[in-house]
């Protein structure tokens, strides 16, 4: 009885699967809104470390720093709030501050621990730009200005993609068609999200209009630099990312990249899904804080880091976002990386700060939220 229970499941999902998308399915069973524990429901490759550990400093003197910060709160009560109370107010599982490199601030919430894993989502976006800079460092790539079928040969017979260069992709100025909501299942976002055949989904999407029109944020674009890194290093790109980050940088622990499938065709989930420690995520902040250089060695060109953190709006990019970083004020020549639920690696250079931010399923704050809440903070220290 139970094995023709089973074959009846079987059918069953196979036809459900005819009508509806296998992805949709799979974000519904999963609970739809993407979270901090869907990593346990996709495959993953490992990032190892290696050692010596970089440790970043504890600092005494701002042992109290949770009680003297006050925050005004979303409700803008004329009342602050401690920086404690904060963090607990609003969904907050990880908040660090550092600044020059000592550990000034450190809160955990609902269980999480300094040794927990938190999961990035379009947080991990500056990685993949990050190991772009490195392969045009290293001279695999010639220049961000080339176009991408000199990498990708597959789509030299899709009408208009010739003109695609991978500073459109690093810029999201491709044109390609993309929809972009994580919180609707039958999105193009989310069935990158949730979906297993992410080779096949590169090949099928077409063009919206021609590069260089109009800045439209797409996950298929950073998928794209995957792959393209995949292609000019002959291997993976969570190899790429051991060795040229992870390692050198002194990470505390491995970190894990979610796949699509767990067959010779996956690819990571490159426009998300990086899975580490939060104090790990600070140490990509602090490596463009010192201009890409890490103890006296070189990991990436100060070049390539300038380029990054300044407003380009060449080609119709935003003023706001460039190689996958957000640009803050000119004021405060801020910038930072940015994801889903207020994920935020926030790098303030005038006073060397670096502020790491995670949280889960809250959708209703909007990231000049937190900017604004960051700015608080850091005028009080």
């Not at 346990?40 to 701002?62: A, C, L, M, T």
């Not at 894993?117 to 045009?136: D, N």
């Not at 695609?164 to 993309?178: C, V």
Request: with cysteine.
């Amino acid at each position: 009885m139970k094995s023709k229970q089973l074959v009846k499941y079987f059918f069953l999902s196979l036809l459900l699967c005819s009508l509806i998308s296998c992805d949709i399915l799979r974000s519904l069973r999963y609970g739809g809104i993407p979270s901090q524990s869907d990593y346990k429901h996709f495959p993953q490759r490992i990032v190892n470390n290696e050692g010596p550990v970089y440790n970043f400093f504890k600092s005494s003197k701002d042992s109290h720093l949770g009680t003297k910060i006050g925050v005004i709160n979303r409700d803008f009560n004329s009342t602050n709030v401690s920086l404690d109370s904060f963090t607990t107010l609003h969904k907050t599982v990880t908040f660090l501050i550092i600044r020059n490199d000592s550990i000034v601030y450190e809160k955990y919430n609902k269980g999480y621990t300094s040794n927990s894993l938190v999961s990035s989502f379009s947080m991990a976006k500056p990685f993949v730009s990050t190991l772009i800079g490195i392969a045009i460092d290293e001279g695999k790539i010639k220049s961000e200005n080339d176009f991408i079928v000199d990498y990708l040969p597959e789509f030299k017979n899709k009408i208009g993609w010739e003109q695609i260069t991978i500073k459109n992709l690093l810029q999201h100025t491709s044109g390609i068609r993309f929809t972009d909501s994580e919180l609707d299942p039958a999105s193009d976002n989310a069935a990158f999200y949730w979906g297993d055949n992410l080779r096949a989904r590169m090949l099928n999407l077409t063009l919206e209009c021609p590069p260089n029109t109009k800045f439209r944020y797409s996950s298929e674009n950073t998928l794209l630099l995957g792959y393209i890194i995949e292609k000019v290093t002959g291997g993976t790109i969570s190899k790429y990312l051991e060795d040229k980050i992870w390692k050198p940088l002194g990470m505390e622990a491995p970190a894990a990249w979610s796949l699509d499938r767990k067959d010779a065709k996956a690819i990571e989930k490159s426009f998300c899904c990086l899975e580490a420690r939060a104090i790990d995520f600070a140490k990509l902040g602090r490596l463009y804080l010192n201009g890409g250089n890490w103890n006296g060695k070189q990991i990436l060109s100060k070049k390539w880091v300038e380029l990054s953190t300044h407003s380009d709006p060449s080609g119709n990019n935003k003023h706001f976002y460039n190689n996958n970083w957000g640009i803050g004020p000119l004021k405060y020549g801020s910038y930072f990386a940015v994801g889903l639920f207020g994920q935020y690696l926030y790098m303030y250079p005038e006073k060397n700060i670096i502020i790491v931010r995670f949280g889960d399923r809250e959708t209703s704050y909007h990231p000049n939220y937190w900017q604004e809440v960051f700015l608080q903070i850091i005028d009080q220290m």
